[in-house]
């Protein structure tokens, strides 16, 4: 079946430009993360969302990250004046509930220039 | 908070040989343990976990992990590895009762040479 996905996969922007990254949640999954690996890292954990309520962004670094998830399927994760250290790899992942697995989708490596 | 530490950043093994990931731990309260491999340019991809009952797991493609709380290590090993175990692991706890976000390590690069 469908795994998770995300788009796009590779993103370049100058510093100053926002940006929107998309994940595709695997269908019925209830929850949803996102995760930023920066290079040589594993990845660290930005927000989380049950269905459409964001319970958790703990781990959002600044007011220039925002993510939503309206429906409570499909979520978006916004980088507003992209700085270079941005740069890294956006991992979504998506799972049935708490203490599942999570299952996670190939990433979007967002590199800033 | 808690924290994961994998000491060994790359591991080199020659193929059939056996090898042991390192991982531990640092919490003040319960934690899950997890094992993630990644692939280049692939998502991460659950290898097995620790929620709690006996403190050896098996997973998947032959590895296995032995929780140990007095020294707050969850090794991974496997008796015989491939060269398609060449890959990036990564350790991983949540707490309990913290909802279900994921505190990773640095990773472990696991090289198979013939």
């Known amino acids: 079946g469908a795994g998770v996905s995300q788009s796009p996969r590779y993103k370049v922007a100058k510093r100053g430009q926002d940006v929107a990254l998309r994940c595709d949640p695997i269908?019925?999954?209830?929850?949803l993360f996102w995760y930023q690996q920066a290079l040589g890292q594993g990845p660290e954990f930005l927000t989380y969302?049950?269905?459409?309520?964001?319970?958790?962004k703990s781990g959002l670094p600044s007011d220039r990250f925002f993510a939503e998830r309206p429906e409570g399927s499909v979520s978006t994760l916004k980088i507003q004046r992209t700085q270079q250290e941005d740069s890294a790899v956006y991992l979504c992942?998506?799972?049935?509930?708490?203490?599942?697995?999570?299952?996670f989708g190939p990433g979007t490596r967002l590199t800033v220039t | 908070a808690q924290s994961v530490t994998q000491l060994d950043s790359q591991v080199p093994v020659f193929e059939e040989a056996p090898v042991e990931l390192r991982c531990n731990y640092s919490?003040?309260?319960?934690?899950?343990l997890f094992w993630y491999v990644q692939y280049p340019n692939q998502g991460l991809q659950l290898l097995l976990k620790?929620?709690?009952?006996?403190?050896l797991v098996k997973g998947i493609n032959g590895f296995e992990a032995e929780f140990n709380k007095s020294q707050t290590s969850f090794h991974l090993r496997k008796p015989s590895v491939h060269i398609s175990d060449t890959a990036e692991y990564f350790c991983?706890?949540?707490?309990?009762?913290?909802?279900?976000?994921?505190?990773f390590g640095t990773g472990t690069q696991l090289k198979v040479e013939l």
């Open positions: 992942a998506s799972s049935l509930g708490a203490f599942r697995e999570q299952y």
């Open positions: 269908s019925g999954h209830v929850s």
């Open positions: 969302f049950q269905n459409e309520a964001q319970l958790d």
């Open positions: 919490s003040s309260v319960s934690v899950y």
């Open positions: 620790y929620l709690s009952g006996s403190t």
């Open positions: 991983a706890v949540s707490i309990t009762g913290g909802g279900n976000k994921l505190t």
